[in-house]
């Protein structure tokens, strides 16, 4: 089912809190010119995440940072992974970026690179894992390409990663212009900007990194959902749910809860390199 743009943002601003009195957020996120600084995880931090006392161990010694999508935070819609990753051994953080991930994606990458810096200090990993919906899943690839986080990543999950854009707010949709007022990364986001075209210029996976995309047929968000597909490699792999779990029906707002994403990820944060191809997850 298709939602106009106005149903889906209205359903994301619910989803998100926004109406909820905000907790403290682990660090002010910058705001674009003109857009007021809106409440930050009215639920605080998701299960089992950003206990900075935490210590990885031999078994899991890359902690993992969840990442937001847009008009998201550090703990909704991130709850089941958040548990589930820590339940399988993992330190696990998440932040709150980008007043609410509207703001230019470059400066809320430079936002996670200080987030990680943060992580890495006081864990004493040598690297991360990450794990992100919609923009948090394409955003940190522009910290891995332009910011150095190709020496300290070591996988990237997306789910439904909005890594090639969307035709919403693509530059010939007649939404885009008035959406931009408001989400400077909105318009970042749609298909062929000036921003996804250099970050996709060249190699699409640097570096040293396991780059796994999960995407959902149902995505109503990012059109097509082919889009969060990363280009081939060795180091890369693509996976659509409904191929494995045919009666999977969930779409972009909810594929970070669904029983099969977080599976996927954590096959792919279990070993070296990325989700692999032939994994059957769990469907249920």
Known sequence: ????????????????????????????????????????SPLGDPPGANGWSCRPTAARP??????????????????????GIKAAGFCVYSLDYGNRGLNDIPASAAELKTFTERVLSATGASKVSMVGHSQGGMM???????????RVVDDLVGL????????????????TRLVGYA??????????????????AGDETPGPVSYTQVTTRYDEVVVPYTSAYLAAGPR????????????ELTEHLLIPLATPSLSIALDALTHDGPARATFRPRCV
């Open 62 to 83: 890359t902690p993992v940072i969840l990442v937001h999508g847009t008009l998201g935070d550090r703990a909704n819609l991130l709850q089941r992974l958040s548990a």
């Open 140 to 150: 940190p690839r522009y910290y891995i390409k332009f910011l150095g986080g190709d």
């Open 160 to 175: 439904s990663p909005s890594n090639h854009g969307t035709a919403i707010t693509a530059g010939t949709n007649p939404f």
């Open 183 to 200: 989400c400077t990364s909105c318009v970042q986001q749609g298909a062929g900007s000036s921003f996804l075209t250099r970050l996709n």
């Open 236 to 247: 890369t792999t693509n996976i659509t749910l409904q191929d494995t779990c045919p009666l």
């Open 1 to 40: 089912m298709r939602h106009t743009l106005g149903s889906l943002l209205a359903a994301v601003l619910i989803a998100a809190g926004l109406a909820t009195t905000a907790t403290p957020a682990l660090a002010a996120p910058s705001v674009a010119s003109g857009v007021p600084t809106l409440p930050t």
